[in-house]
């Protein structure tokens, strides 16, 4: 049983380019989580999503940012005109529930020069 | 408020020394508790959790304890080994849906 997948692991951009983040979850998981973490920081909460809904977005910032998780394929999270203070590793994690195990991918480190 | 305090932010011990990391969270409904071993460069790991049901669960070295009355839960590891040696973080669910984590530790153990 694979686990959490997540790529590309690391992607430079451009300040203004468009960064587009893929996750897919553990086989039999249908919950997502995104959580940024930057250097020496803990893990902040960014969005909660189940297939075609978006649960929770309480901790993504309004502009910019945005996430879905189709019927089909991984869970995208994409970041338009990017900044260099998006600079970080975007996790995603994904649990068999709510309130259950999350279990994470490896990460994508995101560098904006 | 959410809100999860974690302390020591570090922590040295030395092998075979026990190694205990306290956290404090505000929202009182609340009932899923994991805690993450994060190694540099690497991925979080879930290594124990607690649901509010229970006041105490142990793996070999790791233990966890949690009050509920007074929002408090702790790691316990005991015969701490260098491969112990990374950041950890607690984390509690909010509002069903989420998790908030702690700032985290990073534990030094000393050979």
């Known amino acids: 049983n694979a686990g959490v997948m997540q790529n590309p692991r690391h992607l430079v951009r451009r300040r203004g380019q468009e960064a587009r983040l893929r996750c897919s979850p553990m086989?039999?998981?249908?919950?997502v989580y995104w959580y940024r973490q930057l250097p020496e920081e803990g893990l902040k909460f960014m969005v909660y999503?189940?297939?075609?809904?978006?649960?929770?977005e309480s901790g993504m910032p309004k502009e910019r940012f945005s996430a879905e998780f189709p019927k089909e394929g991984p869970s995208i999270l994409r970041i338009q005109q990017v900044v260099r203070g998006d600079s970080a590793a975007y996790f995603c994690?994904?649990?068999?529930?709510?309130?259950?195990?999350?279990?994470f991918g490896p990460g994508t480190r995101l560098t904006v020069t | 408020g959410e809100n999860v305090e974690q302390h020591p932010s570090t922590l040295s011990v030395q092998e075979g020394d026990s190694a205990v990391i306290k956290c404090t969270y505000s929202?009182?409904?609340?009932?899923?508790f994991p805690w993450y071993k994060q190694e540099l460069g690497k991925r979080p790991q879930l290594i124990i959790d607690?649901?509010?049901?229970?006041g105490e669960k142990k793996d070999q070295r790791i233990a966890v304890t949690l009050n509920k009355t007074a929002k408090h839960f702790s790691l316990h590891i005991t015969e701490t080994q260098p491969e112990d040696s990374a950041v950890y973080f607690c984390?509690?669910?909010?509002?069903?849906?989420?998790?908030?984590f702690g700032a985290g530790t990073i534990l030094r153990v000393k050979s």
């Open positions: 994690a994904s649990s068999p529930g709510r309130v259950d195990e999350q279990y």
């Open positions: 929202d009182s409904a609340s009932n899923y």
């Open positions: 607690i649901r509010s049901n229970v």
């Open positions: 086989k039999g998981h249908s919950h």
């Open positions: 999503l189940q297939k075609e809904n978006i649960i929770d």
């Open positions: 984390a509690a669910s909010i509002r069903g849906n989420k998790l908030v």
